[in-house]
């Protein structure tokens, strides 16, 4: 996979992780700081790291400008045995919303909002009225690009 993309993206950053869990960052340009959270360690319910991935994007003025990418695994809508009824997604929502609140905490912020241009992606394991997308939306005005762009998905 890895020298499959290469050309295209020459950096890329992989994380392996059990239970369909594993996480990747491609991209054509040189990445900065990176962070993992071991949210399932702070979290009771949570399952997978999420990370926390800067890009530094080239810039005419020849300073460098940031974009931070975040990526998550979220919860899925399952038991710990792998089940799941009717109930089942929506007694894990809690989950899922502790752990974005949680990872707001790990962000870089500064007195304006959010320090760098932030993109959230991955596997939220929602749909667009959950309670994590939704606040998400609400406390930081962020939006749900697949819902802006892709509507009725």
Request: glycine share 6%; proline share 7%; hydrophobic share 35%.
């Amino acid at each position: 996979f890895r020298d499959a993309f290469v050309e295209t993206y020459p950096h890329q950053y992989y994380h392996n992780h059990p239970a369909a869990g594993g996480q990747a960052f491609l991209s054509k340009f040189p990445f900065g700081e990176h962070k993992q959270i071991h949210v399932q360690k702070e979290i009771e319910g949570s399952w997978f790291p999420i990370n926390i991935m800067q890009v530094i994007l080239p810039n005419s003025e020849k300073e460098e400008r940031i974009l931070q990418l975040v990526n998550v695994h979220l919860r899925p809508p399952v038991n710990p045995d792998g089940s799941a009824f009717i109930f089942t997604a929506r007694n894990t929502n809690k989950y899922r919303l502790a752990e974005v609140q949680y990872l707001a905490e790990q962000l870089h912020w500064n007195d304006e909002g959010l320090k760098y241009p932030t993109l959230i992606l991955g596997d939220f394991n929602e749909n667009d009225s959950s309670p994590a997308l939704t606040y998400l939306e609400n406390t930081f005005k962020m939006v749900d690009a697949l819902k802006e762009y892709v509507p009725g998905n």
